[in-house]
């Protein structure tokens, strides 16, 4: 597994956990500190960035998500859905440090590892639109 791919399955985890625990994001932080992967500095400042730039722009995540997905209220979404979509979001339109291509990608593998059989389909569209609309995409 990539180190990118580590630090994602981790802030994906921690987006959850602050999503459906309603957990405060600096106790998050603290507690995945602890994780293995955090003894690697360049894949946790990447995980921490991804997870903290995420966190503090979530209302602005969300309305880049609602207006694609027309039909899909947020609060109906899967939560773990939820939480890749907007990891996703964040990485394409405010990190911008990676191919939009492999962002899609990872969220795709990622929705089909700890989702439903239809989420990486789901995924998969949202992300497309997104890109398409936003002009992220060749």
Known sequence: MSK????????????YSSDV??????????????????EEP????FYKNLYSTTVSNIPKIDDIIKKTSLNWEMDR????????????????????????????DEAIELAKKYSTEKSGKFVNG???GIARQNNLVK
Do not use: G
């Open 77 to 104: 979404m899967p939560a773990i859905d939820r939480s890749i979509l907007r990891m996703a979001v964040c990485e394409m339109m405010i990190l911008t440090d990676a191919p939009v291509a492999v962002i899609i």
């Open 126 to 128: 949202v992300l497309d």
């Open 21 to 38: 625990a309603h957990l405060e994001p600096a106790s998050v932080l603290a507690s995945f500190q602890m994780e293995e992967f955090a």
């Open 42 to 45: 360049k894949v946790f400042e």
């Open 4 to 15: 990118r791919r580590l630090a994602r399955e981790n802030c994906l985890q921690s987006l």
